[in-house]
């Protein structure tokens, strides 16, 4: 066994499942990827995936030392180690921790993306100094990790932070969670492909979106017309900004952050998406709270190795000095 | 000195101040109540505060010891110790913590009375086993504390815990705060009184709410008419009860607590107002919450010295063996 301690960072998403060796202060030695195939069993994943890393990691026994794994996945439950029927998976309920001690006996950790980034975030990206922040991740939807004291909130049942489902609009637009008016049906890549419909059908204005089906607009799509001009695209930026502007000052009434984060394919619109975020969360902040909030692109997602960062993260977050996790409260922290 | 550890609890309200002895079980040995003042300087309070004290206190030094001060207050800071700029109070900034100091050198926490409250229940409530949750004030106002892992959560400046002015309404009712929609213009004392005059304008029942003006209508009237069968009356317990529910929904969805404790004037109306928050919290909640998440009135508020009880209780969760506060971090728990 080597002497340079190393984590598996794994990150499972609906299409690709990635995954490397991270070391303590943030440096990736190995990385790989294979596909998820969510269609067939969780084991099948695990399978594939502990083949491939055991062939390469098996020449590199002498110079690493693996001290644990963590793993970023949809709907996954860090009190149980568990992936709860991840919508597009065809998985039901997943006892993750289970299926990897098959092959590595060793601290497991298992959470969700948001959660991931946010301790990515603070071990290595734009967190490395602030305690108490909320990171919100745009992509398909929008997902949330809370950290209070340098800790990620999990709550009761380990289902802290769901903001995407916080509620900005009565009567709203139709959410796959059954309900209406969710925060992600309007910020989020999806959301923001909602919006310039919308606004389609609402103004006059000429537009290039107006030459997409639903089906083949992207958010990329936005950006790329916003930034040339186009005033339709321009305005749903601006909306999409405003409502999540509207929702995180009620989100900073509830924990008075340091930092709100923003993560996520959609953030890769900068300014874009930043400028009415920060303009509209200052607007309806209550005024005690007024100029005390800093709107932060994530430093993390700029690496090509940002999920498996995270998932890493995840161990090096928790590990004690010898080697196991370290136990903390079921409420707020990890359980064994 | 005597062997009786104490904690002096002290509640600051708007009309008087009550404050009075308890040991660590909950045991209150003494109380007393002046009028605030509040029109007058923060000084004279506490000198007059102490005067009658200590001239009553001096004839039990031989039984009691005095371990600490809670206080609760309006706009009060735990980090600073600071009183700031109570609404309807003459103070401006106060430094508390430094005025008490001058009378006792001993560990001194000031709060406000939503923490207070949280943290009474905690010790001596319905939260004895609870280690997660939120307690929302209903009085004149809405105020809330949050607790996480037993530990109040006070955020980055100790203003976190703000529900009261969540925005449950677009461009909704006027708030003393400045802004809009304020959760507290519809979930309150006020709130429901507010409401009932906007079902008098809308609705054509006959209501004996009729003839109250707006100045003399009361909370407690409300409760009557209700509770004789007037219709306007149920309809604005079962709407208080609908706004409440609607945000205590995105408030799971931020902390997935165990139970939101509900305490203040308005709770004593019982099930008038602890149903329909049931209902509405159920209906709105995102389904991996749904059924739970308890809606608990509290326990303390029945207790005659429920105000004293919090406060004192401050200083009995905060303190350790030695008589001096716990250092936790500044971020979630009390600074020294």
């Known amino acids: 066994m080597g002497s340079l301690q190393v984590a598996l960072g794994i990150d499972i998403g609906g299409t690709n499942t990635v995954f490397g060796l991270v070391d303590e202060k943030g440096k990736c030695y190995y990385k790989n990827q294979i596909l998820t195939e969510a ?82 975030e603070m071990m290595y990206g ?23 004291n340098r800790k990620i909130l999990y709550g009761k049942d380990g289902f802290a932070g769901e903001l995407g489902h916080t509620t900005v609009e009565e009567n709203g637009r139709y959410c796959n969670c059954g309900r209406r008016g969710c925060l992600e049906t309007y910020a989020s890549a999806n959301g923001i492909c909602r919006t ?24 990329k799509h936005i950006q790329e017309a916003a930034l040339s001009g186009d005033k339709i695209a321009n305005l749903a930026f601006e909306y999409t900004g405003a409502k999540l502007g509207f929702a995180l000052a009620n989100s900073v009434s509830h924990l008075n952050p340091e930092a709100i984060i923003i993560f996520g394919g959609l953030a890769l619109s900068g300014d874009l998406i930043i400028d009415p975020i920060k303009n509209n969360l200052e607007k309806n902040l209550l005024p005690i709270y007024k100029g005390s909030v800093k709107i932060l692109p994530s430093d993390l997602m700029e690496s090509e190795n940002a999920a498996i960062l995270g998932a890493a993260a995840l161990i090096w977050k928790e590990i004690n000095k010898n080697g196991t996790i370290i136990q903390v409260s079921k409420n707020i922290g990890i359980k064994n």
């Open 196 to 219: 310039a419909f919308e606004f389609l059908s609402l103004y006059n204005y000429d537009s290039m979106l107006r030459e997409y089906s639903y089906n083949s607009l992207t958010s």
């Open 126 to 148: 734009v967190a490395q100094n602030i305690s108490n922040f909320i990171l919100i991740t745009l992509g398909t939807g929008l997902g949330s990790g809370i950290v209070i």
């Open 39 to 120: 269609h067939l069993p969780a084991e099948t994943l695990f399978s594939r995936l502990f083949k491939t890393f055991n062939s390469e990691f098996k020449l590199k026994k002498e110079i690493f030392e693996l001290v644990g794994i963590g793993v970023g996945a949809p709907s996954a439950n860090i009190y149980k180690g568990s992936i709860e029927n991840p919508s597009n998976f065809n998985w039901g309920y997943v006892d993750a921790v289970k299926l990897i001690e098959e092959y590595y006996a060793l601290p497991i950790l298992v959470t969700n993306d948001a959660n991931v980034a946010a301790v990515g």
